[in-house]
C-alpha cells in the first residue's frame, strides 16, 4: 500500500514534503477526512509552514467553513500579498460570509490571472450576485472554456442566465451541472432552481 509507505517516511521524518506526499496519497484513496485531520494538526503546530497552511485552507474553503478560512487566507496573504490563489478564495470567502471587499479582491486576483478558470468564476459570481449578471456571464463563460468540466461553473451560467430571464439556457446549464454527479458548492440550491425553472 502507497499510504503505509508514506506513512513510514512521514513518521520517520515528519517534514513538509512527506507530508504533502501523505497527505496527496490519503486524498486519493478516498481518505479525505484522514487527509484533512493530518493537515490541521500539522498546521496548528506549524505556523509557520505556509504550502500545507493553503492546502488546508482551501480544505476549509471547500467544505463550507468560510470563518476559519478567512483567518488563514489572511495569514497566507500577509506573507504572498499578490498570490492570485490567495486573493480569489479570500474574495469567494468573503462573498459567503457577506463582507463587501469581495468584488475589489476578486478584481485584483483576475487582475494578476487574467488565464485562470477560478479567477473569472468567483468574479463573475461575485457580479451575478451583486445583480450584474450580464457582467458576471461574461467571466462565467470565460471560466467555462477554460475548464468546461467544472459543474459548479455551469451552476452559477444558470443561475446568471435565470436573473437574465433565459429561462431555457438557464434550465440547460443545471441539468448539465447535476448531470455530472459530482458535489459541488451549490448543488442543492442548483436543484431547487432547476425545479423551478421547470
Known sequence: MANSHYQAAFELEPN???LMQLYDSLYKTNQPDKAFTLLEQWVKKHSQDYVPMAAFANELLKSGNF???EKYYDLLLKQYPNEPQFLNNLAYTYLNLGNNK?????EQAHKLA???????DTLGWILVNSGQAEQGLHYLRNAHSLQSQDPEIRYHIGVALSK???NDEARQEL???LKANTL???RDQAKVLLEKLR
Not at 469581495?102 to 476578486?106: D, E
Open 16 to 18: 513538509t514534503t512527506s
Open 67 to 69: 470563518k476559519e478560512a
Open 102 to 106: 469581495a468584488l475589489s479582491l476578486a
Open 114 to 120: 487574467p488565464g485562470q478558470a477560478a479567477t473569472n
Open 164 to 166: 437574465m430571464q433565459r
Open 175 to 177: 441539468e448539465q451541472a
Open 184 to 186: 459541488f458548492n451549490g
